[in-house]
């Protein structure tokens, strides 16, 4: 069977390489954190959530079995962590209209300067576009977000949440006409 | 062929659907100016959702959750700049202890390097000139609280606090050293 780099990763780290946690850790940091803040929108919240995810996936990772692929699992047990945490504070993930938090915290490294007008017009409908998924309802914002920001296929999201491949489809959808609909009545999608 | 609902239209950028339904929905979106525009839309979307705007996630969570799993170990150097100065504080703080104000202590040294020769005289000597310069200091560094805050602390306090201060000074320049010495080998 051949191993794929996180699971080279998780053999180095379950023999006692601690380095190789760290490299797991920084690897998947960003989308893990990125999901998170986006569903719980609270950035204490969010790192205290990202932190237990790290510390959990730690002690379980000798469980993992290596015929699954890594993220589908890992994801899982942090869909899992969001969702306790959802119902545990209901009033933290409901969509809310004020969204200044994330220009803040959007990540410089992925801002592109481009010079023509054309590419800024793009720039910000694809800010834009990200401010929006945060105000859209939860069910169909997690799945936007597993979709886009993690790069799952629809099956992997469908083995994380536990939904049919055919809801998960239907969701997405419908939370992509949600989007546009957004978009269109704010003037970005013309 | 009727308009496009929504769903097609998704389904067809996403490449799902049948080439037979594909050429349909590409032959209605030439003639139909309403399922075009909101395909372009779509587009749009799709190509906006598919550059997610990432968010830094803080520093902090790295170094928290290393820090939780894998507890720094103190290195030699900190343990031994740290029994030094806790030697440096408990010896002078028994000075302290044993009757400071009179300096009996200080005397015993005194009388003892009056019997004893060579080098071993000078070291008692050399202790006995620290402890008593050291006396005079806190007893101006007194004198001068009380002049100008008109409060008399007491030379044990003022020695007390200057030891603690003396410690941890010595505690980090220990540990400099002993880092230092570490590097080099």
């Known amino acids: 069977m051949s191993l794929d780099d996180d699971q080279v990763l998780i053999q180095k780290i379950l023999a006692g390489k601690r380095a190789s946690f760290e490299e797991l850790m920084k690897k998947h940091n960003k989308r893990i954190f990125g999901y998170i803040y986006r569903m719980v929108r609270d950035e204490d919240v969010a790192i205290e959530l990202t932190q237990d995810f790290f510390l959990k996936l730690y002690h379980v990772l000798d469980k993992y079995n290596f015929e699954y692929k890594f993220t589908t699992w890992a994801y899982r047990i942090c869909y899992n962590m969001v969702i306790d945490h959802v119902r545990k504070n209901p009033a933290h993930i409901e969509s809310l209209e004020n969204d ?21 017009v793009k720039e910000e409908i694809r800010e834009y576009t990200w401010s929006v998924v945060n105000r859209i309802p939860p069910k169909f914002r997690e799945l936007i977000l597993m979709r886009y920001l993690q ?6 999201i469908a083995d994380i949440t536990q939904l049919p491949v055919g809801t998960v489809k239907n969701r997405l959808f419908k939370a992509k006409e949600m989007l546009k609909t957004e978009l269109e009545k704010d003037g970005v999608l013309k | 062929m009727a308009c496009l609902n929504e769903t097609k239209i998704q389904d067809y950028i996403e490449g799902g659907l049948t080439a037979v339904e594909r050429s349909l929905v590409r032959d209605h979106l030439i003639v139909c100016a309403k399922c075009n525009a909101s395909y372009q839309r779509y587009e749009k979307l799709e190509k906006s959702l598919g550059e997610p705007v990432y968010i830094t996630p803080p520093l902090i969570i790295e170094r928290n959750v290393l820090r939780m799993l894998f507890p720094r170990i103190p290195s030699y150097s900190s343990i031994f700049a740290l029994l030094a100065a806790s030697f440096l504080l408990l010896v002078t703080s028994i000075y302290i202890y044993f009757d400071f104000a009179n300096n009996s202590i200080v005397q015993a040294f005194q009388l003892t390097s009056h019997d004893t020769s060579n080098w071993l005289g000078s070291i008692i000597k050399a202790i006995s000139t620290i402890f008593s310069t050291v006396y005079v200091i806190f007893k101006a560094i007194n004198a001068f609280f009380e002049v100008i805050f008109k409060v008399n602390m007491g030379v044990e306090i003022i020695g007390l606090c200057m030891l603690l201060l003396l410690s941890w000074s010595f505690y980090l320049l220990s540990r400099l050293v002993f880092k230092k010495i570490k590097g080099s080998n």
């Open chain 1, 151 to 156: 790069e799952l296929k629809y099956e992997e």
């Open chain 1, 100 to 120: 200044t938090i994330i220009p803040k915290l959007m990540d410089s490294e992925n801002y592109v300067k481009e010079d023509t007008l054309d590419d800024l």
